[in-house]
């Protein structure tokens, strides 16, 4: 069976330091691999998806991830962050009957 | 964003009532999906459909029911409330079953 395990519950880094979310999943077959935020209170946002091609994804908020294949990872990057990324990360795998497994999420914390 | 809306956004009912919750979309797409978001439990699929009248069981199911008589419309209802159904709960919308795009949300308190 599919999943995907983001491996650290919470990530505390200080402003504009870099910063990478981790997202690991298990599946035999091809895949399209998602992250998704979720600021305070609001509902899910796509950040960036990888569907084919290029194995680096970029997205918004000057976001951009990762796929490694061979490792089976789809890690989560930004090289300066701000307060405002203050937020829940989650990873998402797709299935093939059209459903997203989810890791169980990652919170970010920007300290000043 | 998305042309999704989640109705009401708040709700509080009593335990043993039925409580029906409303995802309006106008992006004319063919998926839906409810889920529930719990604190330490993440997101879990409750219902999805895919298309007018044909849904299917989530992982956790027990408990709900889901309608689709037109496109625009999926409506999940707790048949009788129970206070383990306080969460807060999240429509996506798909066009092709590959990249979901969620609604505002929904939050429910069973007292």
């Known amino acids: 069976a599919q999943s995907v395990t983001q491996l650290d519950s919470q990530v505390p880094v200080f402003e504009e330091a870099p910063v990478e979310l981790r997202c690991n999943y298990s599946?035999?077959?091809?895949?399209?691999l998602f992250w998704y935020v979720q600021y305070p209170n609001q509902g899910l946002q796509l950040l960036l998806k990888?569907?084919?091609?290029s194995t680096l994804v970029k997205g918004i908020n000057g976001f951009e991830a990762e796929f490694n294949k061979s490792q089976t990872s789809f890690h989560l990057r930004k090289p300066s962050v701000h307060i405002s990324d203050t937020a829940e990360y989650f990873c998402?795998?797709?299935?093939?009957?059209?459903?997203?497994?989810w890791g169980a999420g990652t919170k970010l914390i920007i300290k000043p | 964003d998305a042309g999704i809306t989640q109705s009401p956004r708040h709700k509080v009912t009593e335990t043993g009532t039925p409580v029906t919750l409303r995802c309006h979309q106008t992006?004319?797409?063919?998926?839906m999906y409810w889920y529930r978001q719990d604190p330490g439990h993440g997101l879990r699929l409750i219902h999805y459909?895919?298309?007018?009248?044909?849904?299917d069981k989530g992982e956790v199911s027990d408990g709900y029911s889901v309608s689709r008589s037109k496109t625009e419309d999926f409506l999940l209802t707790l048949e009788s409330a129970t206070s383990s159904q306080t969460s807060v709960y999240f429509c996506?919308?798909?066009?092709?079953?590959?990249?979901?795009?969620f609604g505002p949300g929904t939050r429910l308190l069973v007292l």
């Open positions: 996506a919308i798909s066009a092709s079953g590959e990249t979901q795009y």
């Open positions: 992006e004319n797409h063919r998926y």
């Open positions: 459909s895919y298309g007018v009248k044909d849904t």
């Open positions: 599946s035999s077959v091809s895949v399209y």
């Open positions: 990888y569907l084919s091609g």
């Open positions: 998402a795998v797709s299935r093939s009957n059209y459903q997203l497994i």
